[in-house]
Each structure stands twice: as structure tokens, then as C-alpha cells.
Antibody, heavy 120, light 110 residues
Framework: QLQLQESGPGLVKPSETLSLTCTVSGGSISSSSYYWGWIRQPPGKGLEWIGNFYYTGITYYNPSLKSRFTISVETSKNQFSLRLTSVTAADTAIYYC????????????WGQGTLVTVSS | QSALTQPPSATGSPGQSVTVSCTGTSSDVGGYNYVSWYQQHPGKAPKLMIYEVSKRPSGVPDRFSGSKSGNTASLTVSGLQAEDEADYYCSSYAGSIRSVFGSGTKVTVL
């Protein structure tokens, strides 16, 4: 059973860069069975897909978002990360890491989420 | 890509049924049979309830069912129970390993 756990700063200043990490246990991040993804949810609002990483090295991003997001993987640590540059208050949200199963294209495992607040 | 359209709220009494719709386009909901539904209780992460339009993961009660017609998918919760009160989100594959979520529906059990 996969388990995902997000970590990162809870508070970031405007214009700075946000970095979050998702640690995976119970499975390998090199698995072909999953895409490793990030989803965010502003307080009181809906879910927004940010992007996915596949073990082949290919990343996929939400075309509606400006290209401020980067997803990367550290295979040796079984972790994947999200980097967001030039943050604004609009980036305040709960950030979830999740797996998108290659079979069925469903988000079947989720981290508990981490709240990131952008404020000076 | 625009969010899929869901009604903001839906209400039902215990034991009744409630249906939540999810409307997209031919580029997402209508183009693929990869619609999934997620239940989210306050302060919790979303939980997968339905995938591939109508399939239920193990452990999800058969009171939850899904369907699709054209560009609109639907989630039906039959025999409503108090614990079904939550926010529900649909999601669809939108090609090129892109996903899009719905705007969310708050289901209230009277």
C-alpha cells in the first residue's frame, strides 16, 4: 500500500520560491504503474491539477497555469518535488501529492496535504 | 483547460438518493471513459470513490455509482447516510496525461 507524505515550509513570502517534497513509502518511485503528481486546493475552493511526473523523466503540466511550476524526482530518496517560483497570495493553498494510476488514470493515493500560506 | 461544471450543492434525506452532475466537453468527459469521483470530508484529503466512469475501488460501498452520457458524467449516492455528507469532485482525463477537476459539489444529508 503506497503512502505519500508532503513536507515543506508553511509560510512563504511573496515573490519567493516555494519548494515542497513528497516522500513515497510502500512502493518505488521508479514504478511504471504510476504518474507522480501535485494537486492544490485554495482555502474553501476546489481542486486544481498542477502536473505529473513519469518514471521515464517526462513531466506534464496544467496548461492553464503559468510556467512557474517544476516537478522533479530524487530517485535515491524515493521522493518527488514541486518548485513554484515568484509566488503570490493566489498561490496560498493546500498542496497535495498524489499518484495517478497508469491503469484507469485515477488519483488513487493521496498525501494528507500541506498548507502553504504566501504572506509577508 | 477549464474546470468541469458541477452544481454547488445537492441535498437529500437519509435513505434517499442524490445525483451529482459533472459537465465537460468532448475534449475531456465526452472524449474518454476516464472520469473519476472523489469524496472529501472537511480537513481531509480527497478519497477515490469511482473511476473509469462507473467502477468502484475495493472498500467503497455499492451505494455509490457512476455513469456518463455525452459530455456529462454523474455520481449517484443511493441510501444516503450521514457519513456521505461531504464535498464531491469529479475529474476527467483531458488527453496528453492532463487531468481536469470539477468545481465541486457539497452534498448535505438532511
Amino acid at each position: 500500500q503506497l503512502q505519500l507524505q508532503e513536507s515543506g515550509p508553511g509560510l512563504v513570502k511573496p515573490s519567493e520560491t516555494l519548494s515542497l517534497t513528497c516522500t513515497v513509502s510502500g512502493g518505488s518511485i521508479s514504478s511504471s504503474s504510476y504518474y507522480w503528481g501535485w494537486i492544490r486546493q485554495p482555502p474553501g475552493k476546489g481542486l486544481e491539477w498542477i502536473g505529473n511526473f513519469y518514471y521515464t523523466g517526462i513531466t506534464y503540466y496544467n496548461p492553464s497555469l503559468k510556467s512557474r511550476f517544476t516537478i522533479s524526482v530524487e530517485t535515491s530518496k524515493n521522493q518527488f518535488s514541486l518548485r513554484l517560483t515568484s509566488v503570490t497570495a493566489a498561490d496560498t493553498a493546500i498542496y497535495y501529492c498524489a499518484t495517478l494510476a497508469a491503469a484507469g488514470l485515477k488519483f488513487d493515493y493521496w498525501g494528507q496535504g500541506t498548507l502553504v500560506t504566501v504572506s509577508s | 483547460q477549464s474546470a468541469l461544471t458541477q452544481p454547488p450543492s445537492a441535498t437529500g434525506s437519509p435513505g434517499q438518493s442524490v445525483t451529482v452532475s459533472c459537465t465537460g466537453t468532448s475534449s475531456d468527459v465526452g472524449g474518454y471513459n476516464y472520469v473519476s469521483w472523489y469524496q472529501q470530508h472537511p480537513g481531509k484529503a480527497p478519497k477515490l470513490m469511482i473511476y473509469e466512469v462507473s467502477k468502484r475501488p475495493s472498500g467503497v460501498p455499492d451505494r455509490f455509482s457512476g455513469s456518463k452520457s455525452g459530455n456529462t458524467a454523474s455520481l449517484t449516492v443511493s441510501g444516503l447516510q450521514a457519513e456521505d455528507e461531504a464535498d464531491y469532485y469529479c475529474s476527467s482525463y483531458a488527453g496528453s496525461i492532463r487531468s481536469v477537476f470539477g468545481s465541486g459539489t457539497k452534498v448535505t444529508v438532511l
